[in-house]
């Protein structure tokens, strides 16, 4: 009797195991990739055949969710399928900005901020008597100087791209401050506590592509969304070794306090350096390749509103 009870409830099982192997071969698009089409669809009144397109370039991003890379694909189609009205819409102005969008502490939804308070209580309980009040003040800062640059750009005092070297001069600044502020053993801590965490956290996240976190395979999806020769890509790697090359002389220079640079001009200097790289990228870009990043950059902003783990 038992034989013929557990004969069918494994067969049950074994039916329900295959079922199961076969529905995973067809992956589901995650739910953001439909949301950010619904919110494209509504602003730019996409008809049927550009949100069908849309989805299926969408598709082809799938291993990297959720890294905005997943976009160049759909970056690529919009930029051969928009009309130029669609175009200059996507690519306006956009004062209705989250400061947890534009920042780092972004995608408070998806409890990302909660995640990174928790970090902030642990750095908190390793500092000293001393530290603490500097740390504070940092902070403080760093608040301040962001709600200033938001407020710059929504009260259009500020170009859009202008607004990301500012915002990425302060997160630079801050980061270098903390170097001064930690010890190497505090340092070294709270690097490895990090990364532990930010690996739990999006374990909890749900799925992710299995491409997300591989570096050199972003970077093919955008050489291959833009096409890029193999000159251009020398070219671009030329320029960014030495982009990095004069930030890392400058963080060196402003850790170390050898010319004692104020905080105002590290931020100053880190600003001129990025625009020089930029300037100098634009002139390798062609005009086509040019309006696909600024279409990419574009649907980051949006698909960052519904993704949980982004950067932008």
């Known amino acids: 009797m038992k034989s013929l009870y557990f004969y069918p409830l494994g067969l049950l099982l074994f039916l329900t195991g295959c079922e199961s192997l076969f529905h995973d071969q067809d992956v589901q698009n995650p739910p953001s990739f439909e949301y950010l089409i619904q919110d494209m669809s509504e602003e730019l009144s996409l008809d049927y055949e550009q949100r069908s397109s849309a989805r299926s370039s969408l598709e ?29 819409s996507l690519l306006s102005r956009h004062v209705n900005i989250d400061m947890h969008i534009v920042s780092e502490e972004n995608d408070h939804r998806h409890a990302r901020l909660e995640h990174l308070n928790r970090m902030n209580d642990r750095i908190i309980l390793l500092m000293t008597e001393e530290q603490l009040p500097i ?32 915002m990425m001069s302060v997160m630079e600044w801050f ?17 490895l506590e990090r990364e532990q965490r930010d690996t739990s956290w999006r374990r909890g996240r749900g799925r992710w592509g299995r491409l997300s976190q591989n570096s050199e395979e972003i970077k093919f999806a955008m050489q291959n ?36 640079i104020s905080a105002e001009d590290f931020r100053l200097s880190i600003i001129s350096i990025m625009k020089d790289n930029i300037d100098e990228r634009d002139q390798v870009y062609t005009k086509v390749q040019k309006e696909i990043i600024e ?5 980051t902003l949006r698909f960052m509103r519904h993704v949980r783990w982004g950067r932008i």
Not at 147 to 160: F, K, M, V
Not at 175 to 191: F, H
């Open 135 to 166: 740390y504070e003040e940092l902070k403080e800062t760093k608040s301040i100087l962001i709600d200033n640059i938001i407020s710059a750009y929504q009260n259009t005092d500020l170009a859009r791209e202008d607004m990301r070297f500012e």
């Open 295 to 299: 279409i990419h950059r574009a649907i």
């Open 225 to 260: 969304a833009l096409e890029l020769t193999a000159d251009q890509i020398s070219s671009l790697e030329l320029i960014k070794d030495s982009m990095k090359m004069e930030l890392d002389d400058l963080r060196y220079t402003y850790i170390e306090g050898i010319d004692e």
């Open 60 to 88: 082809n991003g799938r291993d990297f969710f959720p890294d905005p890379a997943a976009l160049w694909e759909l970056a690529k189609k919009l930029q051969q399928t928009l009309t130029q009205e669609q175009k200059d």
């Open 175 to 191: 980061r270098a401050e903390m170097k001064i502020l930690l010890t190497e053993e505090q340092e070294e801590t709270i690097t």
